[in-house]
């Protein structure tokens, strides 16, 4: 009976997310972070036009485990107003933002020209109760002023997209006062299963500081070959032991890894750059035969500091967009991951012929 319960707890409250959030594009990558837009609206451009003059957006960095919500302002014209603040009027009241420290930008475009200013560095308190004056005033105008003023009066629809993504901050942010589940936003189309993944003959292992060493190493050479230098024997014998130097993994750690592997519960992520500034280590597999990625023949996996792995299931070729889905994430359980970071900590590099 409690188990009943719970199902259905659980069952109305992703009917509830998939209701609230309709109207609304999510994007969670490799790394957690999570950023919540418009429906339709563009991820990694500006969506100020000359329709939408305001718009908001909620951004939660896992890393620090906190939440913004903040509004974007700006316009598109045939001149440059350089705005240095935006004014807001709301039924007969009235405040400011500077610029300020907030980051501003602009864009020329044949005879367009586009600015704005994204504020995220507003008291949180102070934006939330502003835009919920903004949005629900009947009559709500923004002026940017600068070298030259812009007075906007907001539409309907934008005043309804501020409204809703104020009831998402509350309700699943708590105005920034406690942190998101992922899989609340990971819908069931992004489940995929790895079992198909083949067994590989052999697996081995190198940190990210030995892989960080051997890319810049293999890359300082590149760059005396292009610029006509020679590159000494003993150079060229160098970058060959590091290219086969790892860990060895023992049959025990082999099968641990593997079975994670084909048992996990995962979702597809985007081709985001898991490997910046991250602390992990690299698992490598090694096969009798050459074959696809997409047939299981896989050639790594990731291994981060939150237990998560990155697990590659469809091949990267040069029309493979930032934000295809081409890797599966999931956890290792904590006992399995202290395990790992034991065994390879006690466990010299050797040269693999």
Not at 212 to 239: C, I, P
């Amino acid at each position: 009976m409690l188990k009943e319960l719970e199902e259905q707890k659980m069952k109305d409250l992703m009917n509830s997310i998939e209701r609230d959030f309709s109207e609304i594009d999510t994007r969670v990558d490799a790394f957690g972070n999570i950023k919540h837009i418009p429906k339709g609206y563009s991820f990694d451009e500006t969506n100020i036009n000359e329709s939408t003059n305001i718009y908001p957006m909620i951004f939660y960095d896992k890393k620090s485990d906190t939440s913004y919500l903040y509004v974007i302002c700006g316009y598109v014209g045939t001149q440059f107003v350089r705005f240095e603040e935006v004014n807001f009027s709301a039924d007969g009241y009235n405040w400011k933002y500077d610029n300020g420290t907030n980051e501003r930008k602009n864009k020329i475009s044949g005879n367009q020209k586009a600015e704005w200013v994204y504020f995220n560095n507003v008291n949180n308190s102070a934006l939330i109760n502003d835009m919920s004056l903004f949005a629900n005033s009947k009559e709500s105008k923004m002026i940017l002023s600068g070298s030259l003023n812009k007075s906007y009066n907001i539409s309907i629809s934008e005043k309804n997209i501020i409204k809703q993504f104020l009831y998402i901050y509350e309700t699943y942010y708590g105005n920034g006062t406690f942190s998101p589940n992922t899989e609340w936003f990971e819908l069931e189309g992004t489940k995929v299963s790895l079992n198909y993944i083949v067994k590989p003959k052999e697996m081995r292992q190198r940190g990210y500081l030995e892989i960080e060493s051997l890319k810049n190493y293999a890359n300082s050479l590149s760059e005396k070959r292009l610029s006509n230098e020679k590159v000494s024997k003993e150079e060229e014998d160098l970058l060959d032991t590091m290219d086969i130097t790892y860990r060895e993994i023992s049959p025990t750690i082999y099968n641990k890894i593997y079975n994670s592997i084909i048992n996990s519960k995962s979702i597809s992520i985007y081709n985001d750059d898991y490997e910046t500034d991250e602390k992990y280590f690299k698992v490598y597999f090694f096969y009798d035969r050459e074959d696809t990625i997409e047939k299981g023949y896989i050639p790594y996996i990731n291994v981060y500091e939150d237990n998560s792995v990155i697990v590659p299931i469809k091949t990267i070729t040069s029309s493979t967009d930032k934000y295809d889905k081409v890797f599966a994430k999931y956890y290792l359980n904590n006992s399995l991951y202290e395990e790992l970071v034991q065994y390879f900590k006690s466990t010299n590099y050797k040269q693999f012929k």
